[in-house]
């Protein structure tokens, strides 16, 4: 049985036959819009017939007849259009704000001053994307940084100055080397090391044999191995082995103050340990807490040094002793010119406490100039009481130089 939609969508597909063929094109490459997928934007009046002519509104005398037939065989692929939505509505499958929005590309453009990535929010042509060399990605299992700084105060002063004043030079050199596990590759392990060395001289007017004097010479090593335990906690094993590597005298004498592993000292300790690293870089925390350690004084020459100023007992190279350990570290970025390092460690046999706390301020003035002041504050009860300081000893040197730094990541 024929019905009126029948007749409807048979007079629907002679009026697309009839448009297909005004609107085919001789080129195969050029799509036709009677053929795009139904998509509803708004609602239309259909009209049973299109207009004769269009009017171009500035009353010309030119042959617009081109403008009228194309504007008649638009409407025509409109109505039809229309009308077959009208009609099936089922193949109507997105209107216009259903549309899916194309995908943006940008360009990141880097800031290397402000340390960070900008996004521009407009579409760029791909004309813009330049090809990238490929390149195989190396994975680095040992994160290695090497920082080195030569710093120091320089003045002359002529013998005829009317305010007096002494000549005087003081250097510092701090190198350390810190070869760190990638805990990228290996979540589960923790293994940190770093060698760190500090020496300084300063000339030493009020010493009538020696011109310079050695006021800096600590040789550090130190070790953390450890397996997570849960979070940010790791079972963990801790080494220092640290002593000085110059002959240091008293002053006016030829008596030894310090020489080579006189003193020295090794502390291995059982424990655990906690690690954050922010995802930034600026803030760096490690607490190691050992319950079971072993602590070892050195005093290798103890016929020219009097091993007590150290601890150990008179006529003895060593002092063995067993107890807990503590050792905080923590290193804060606080400006991109600014940075602070702290360390804090004490160690116990429950008779006596020997602990140290380190502070390094370092301002940056530019990429190899920069300004440190550093801090250690010691107590060392095992020493003889001095009248002054009681058991408490205290350093502070503040020094001006170059500073260079490099980085594996």
């Not at 050029?30 to 009017?55: C, H, I, K």
């Not at 116990?348 to 406490?353: L, S």
Request: charged share 20%; proline share 4%.
């Amino acid at each position: 049985m024929i019905t009126r939609r029948h007749i409807v969508l048979f007079l629907l597909a002679i009026a697309a036959v009839a448009c297909v063929k005004s609107l085919a094109q001789p080129s195969s490459s050029t799509s036709n819009y009677m053929f795009m997928p139904l998509v509803f934007d708004r609602q239309q009046q259909t009209t049973t017939a299109p207009p004769e002519g269009v009017d171009n509104g500035l009353g010309l005398r030119v042959d617009d007849s081109w403008l009228t037939k194309a504007h008649r065989q638009w409407r025509r692929v409109n109505e039809v259009r229309h009308n077959m939505m009208i009609e099936n509505p089922h193949l109507v499958r997105l209107n216009e704000d259903m549309l899916p929005k194309p995908p943006e590309q940008v360009v990141v453009e880097p800031d290397p001053s402000a340390t960070e990535l900008t996004v521009p929010t407009g579409i760029v042509n791909g004309e813009q994307f330049k090809p990238v060399d490929r390149r195989e990605m190396k994975i680095h299992n040992w994160l290695h940084t090497f920082t080195g700084s030569l710093q120091g105060t320089q003045a002359y002063i002529s013998s005829n100055w009317y305010q007096g004043g002494e000549n005087n030079l003081n250097l510092l050199a701090d190198l350390q080397w810190d070869c760190n596990l990638n805990q990228k590759f290996h979540p589960n392990w923790l293994f940190n090391n770093t060698l760190h060395y500090r020496f300084g001289i300063a000339t030493a007017k009020g010493d009538s044999l020696r011109k310079y004097s050695i006021n800096e010479d600590n040789f550090q090593f130190n070790s953390q191995l450890g397996f997570k335990a849960v979070k940010n906690w790791y079972y963990s094993a801790t080494l220092l082995f640290k002593t000085q590597l110059f002959k240091n005298y008293i002053t006016n004498t030829h008596d030894l103050a310090a020489a080579f592993l006189s003193s020295g000292e090794l502390n291995v300790g059982l424990g655990m340990t906690y690690n954050y690293k922010d995802k930034e870089g600026y803030k760096v925390f490690n607490l190691s807490i050992a319950p079971l350690s072993y602590d070892m004084k050195i005093c290798r020459d103890i016929v020219n040094i009097d091993p007590t100023k150290f601890g150990i007992e008179e006529g003895h190279h060593l002092k063995h002793s067993f107890g807990s350990t503590v050792e905080m570290k923590f290193e804060w970025k606080i400006t991109p010119s600014i940075n602070w390092k702290t360390r804090f460690y004490a160690f116990t046999d429950y008779k006596t406490v020997q602990g140290d706390w380190e502070n390094t301020f370092l301002f940056l003035v530019s990429s190899h100039l920069s300004t440190q002041i550093f801090t250690h504050l010691r107590y060392d009860k095992s020493r003889p009481r001095s009248e002054d300081w009681k058991y408490w000893q205290f350093k502070e040197i503040l020094s001006f130089g170059l500073t260079y730094k490099f980085a594996t990541k």
